[in-house]
T-cell receptor, first 116, second 115 residues
Framework: ETGVTQTPRHLVMGMTNKKSLKCEQH?????MYWYKQSAKKPLELMFV???????ENNSVPSRFSPECPNSSHLFLHLHTLQPEDSALYLC???????????????FGSGTQLSVL | SQQGEEDPQALSIQEGENATMNCSYK?????LQWYRQNSGRGLVHLIL?????REKHSGRLRVTLDTSKKSSSLLITASRAADTASYFC???????????????FGSGTQLTVLP
């Protein structure tokens, strides 16, 4: 176990549904991340939060809405998704955020999302 | 185009053999990391090598970095069936315009170790 827990593990939703992915880290880290992993593609960074402030938003469509109520919890709210949004969504945390990719990331097991 | 690209895309070896995976990147880096991912799971950090280091060891893992060739290799010695997984390199540093670049992952090498 890496100390990062994601729920649910699997999610099937229709294009008109609204759902949320949850991530919790038990490591005392100050930064949390959302990544998208699609088949045959590199991991795509979606959002970064440092001390509950969003510091990166990599041109992610507005149908994905992150929320970081405290440094231990991170949510990804989903609404009106498209079938091409089907992917493994991974949450990660790091001790701090300094940019330039210096951080060692601790990942959760991911939520496998299928959009019908 | 993606920053880190692993080679080969897939590798199949017998238990006990060594496995070597390569990673090439395009722009300057301050560090390079290797991660492992078991099927359908999250990534696990294996090792980080800084741009001023040339080689690093951790258990059965050996990582080299050649900044002049913009490449790195991950060697797993005496492989085991449990080493079967995807292996990703990730680089951090600056992009071509000189601005900070987040950790960027490659597409990975799928390693299969046959018992």
């Amino acid at each position: 176990e890496t100390g990062v827990t994601q729920t649910p593990r699997h999610l099937v939703m229709g294009m008109t549904n609204k759902k949320s992915l949850k991530c919790e880290q038990h490591l005392g880290h100050n930064a949390m991340y959302w990544y998208k992993q699609s088949a045959k593609k590199p991991l795509e960074l979606m959002f970064v939060y440092s001390l509950e402030e969003r510091v990166e938003n990599n041109s992610v469509p507005s149908r994905f809405s992150p929320e970081c109520p405290n440094s231990s919890h991170l949510f990804l709210h989903l609404h009106t998704l498209q079938p091409e949004d089907s992917a493994l969504y991974l949450c990660a945390s790091s001790q701090d955020y300094r940019g330039h990719g210096r951080e060692k990331l601790f990942f959760g097991s991911g939520t496998q999302l299928s959009v019908l | 185009s993606q920053q880190g690209e692993e080679d080969p895309q897939a590798l199949s070896i017998q238990e006990g053999e060594n496995a070597t995976m390569n990673c090439s990147y395009k722009t300057s880096i301050n560090n390079l990391q290797w991660y492992r991912q078991n099927s359908g799971r999250g990534l696990v950090h294996l090792i980080l090598i800084r741009s001023n280091e040339r080689e690093k060891h951790s258990g059965r893992l050996r990582v080299t970095l050649d900044t002049s060739k913009k490449s790195s290799s991950l060697l797993i010695t005496a492989s085991r069936a449990a080493d079967t997984a995807s292996y990703f390199c990730a680089t951090g540093g600056l992009n071509s315009s000189g601005s900070a670049r987040q950790l960027t992952f490659g597409s990975g090498t799928q390693l299969t170790v046959l018992p």
